[in-house]
């Protein structure tokens, strides 16, 4: 299979890529990685007239720590965030990154292509969400900083202007006592999660002071439960307010029924994702080191 | 639709070799390899994305060629099947492969043996985890995975 042919424009920044595309107008598209779009254009569900291939910009994949936080560079591969140490000091990081799809798209597929596409499936976005992360864009006419949860609008619909690009994603530590978790759920290792679910609780004397827990491949957006996050705060985190939040959890997913399974079916893969996460991120908010992989059916 | 055939040059050196190719953007890598190298090792699958049949190294790195572009290895290396054997003599991977029964078919191998290459690049004593984790992205319809498995033991042992 081929993509249909297209006008190939190689940008040499990222500013470069930026009046490019304004110059181009929206029809023009930004190819990243490609390991999303490079399928949609050979089943011909796109056909960009004009690509944008940020490939070969020098200096835009970085993981740097700064200011109590990290600064990811849009180019960032998956692979390159999973083998970062500094990545590694937050592990609901790692825990995506080394997830996602397999070695080979790991390699290639880039952290702001993945949040740029806006795919209710994408792993970043739940992510990146229960860490409260800033998307910084680039246009013509300068920097602008957007809050992650302002950030996806509708499924495959971002915040940006169609002359805009994702220059870096920027990560505050999270307060000591905080613990963090993501755990998706897939068929096999190359596909998209069937339900996702990524917690975050901040402890201080054995209670929940702050809780995040967000929902992905369950509606049109990443979901926020916010009820399940309300009845974790203040409270101590026990077997019983565990399942009350999974509970909670399972009633804000609006999942679609498709051939990962029925909406009941996901609703009911949110509940035990959300418990098992929140029990692993229990436990990393007490200090302990605990590996996690995603969950195969 | 672009009103005429765009051609970028490109520099790549596959196999230790230099090649200077015209291509036209939208031309995939495994078809650079394939219609325009004459090197036919590298097999298509699902051609989708998913099965792992057309995995190359590209700069060092795994990569599923039917999911890059030609243009993508502009000023690269790319290493395919045929540039394991030296001289004649097939890659220790290539024999623990054969000496194993790693394949039945043989369809998915090319693809698995670069994967194993790129593991054993990274490290030499892999656990039964991270074996798993390096071929995950490789899919055999024989379901020959057990021999695959302790192929990939022997060839590191080997190594």
Request: glycine share 8%; charged share 20%; aromatic share 4%.
């Amino acid at each position: 299979m081929f993509p249909r042919a297209f006008n190939y424009h190689r940008a040499g920044s990222l500013k470069d890529a930026a009046s490019m595309l304004q110059q181009l107008g929206p029809d023009a598209k930004l190819l990243a990685g490609g390991q999303s779009l490079i399928p949609l254009m050979k089943l011909r569900f796109a056909n960009p007239p004009h690509l944008v291939d940020l490939n070969f910009i020098p200096g835009a994949a970085y993981v740097r720590q700064e200011g109590g936080g990290l600064r990811i560079g849009a180019l960032t591969s998956h692979a390159e965030i999973e083998d970062s140490p500094e990545a590694a000091a937050i592990p609901i990081l790692h825990d995506c990154a080394a997830g996602i799809a397999d070695v080979q798209i790991r390699n290639r597929g880039t952290i702001g292509g993945s949040v740029a596409e806006a795919d209710p499936s994408g792993d970043w976005a739940p992510v990146l969400l229960t860490l409260a992360a800033e998307v910084r864009c680039l246009g013509p006419k300068g920097e602008r900083t957007v809050p992650i949860s302002k950030f996806f609008v509708d499924a495959y619909t971002s915040a940006l202007e169609h002359d805009e690009l994702i220059s870096e994603i920027v990560v505050k530590s999270p307060p000591k006592g905080s613990g963090g978790a993501y755990l998706a759920f897939k068929r096999s290792a190359p596909v998209y999660a069937s339900a996702s679910a990524a917690v975050r609780v901040a402890m201080e004397d054995g209670v929940c002071r702050d809780a995040a827990i967000v929902l992905g491949a369950v509606g049109l957006t990443p979901v926020q439960a916010t009820e399940a996050e309300a009845v974790l705060r203040n409270n101590q985190v026990t077997a019983k307010t565990m399942e009350a939040a999974a509970e909670a959890a399972r009633a804000a997913a609006d999942p679609q029924p498709d051939m990962r399974g029925s909406a009941e079916y996901k609703r009911q893969l949110v509940a035990a994702l959300v418990k098992r996460a929140l029990e692993v991120a229990l436990k990393r908010a007490r200090g302990e080191k605990i590996e996690l992989g995603h969950i195969y059916a | 639709m672009p009103e005429q055939e765009q051609l970028v040059a490109i520099r790549v050196k596959v196999n230790g070799k230099e090649h200077k190719l015209q291509v036209e953007p939208r031309l995939l890598l495994v078809e650079l390899l394939r219609e325009n190298l004459d090197l036919t090792g590298t097999h298509i699958g699902c051609d989708t994305s998913y099965c792992g049949a057309c995995t190359v190294l590209l700069n060092g790195k795994a990569v599923k060629s039917c999911t890059v572009l030609a243009v993508h290895a502009d000023g690269g290396e790319v290493l395919t099947v045929e540039g394991l054997a030296k001289n004649g003599e097939l890659h220790p991977i290539q024999k623990a492969f054969g000496e194993s029964y790693g394949l039945q078919c043989g369809y998915c191998t090319p693809g698995l043996l670069i994967s194993t290459y790129q593991l054993l690049q990274r490290n030499s004593n892999p656990s039964e985890k991270d074996i798993r984790k390096a071929i995950a992205g490789n899919t055999c319809r024989c379901t020959g995975y057990q021999n695959v498995f302790k192929a990939i033991k022997a060839a590191a042992k080997g190594a």
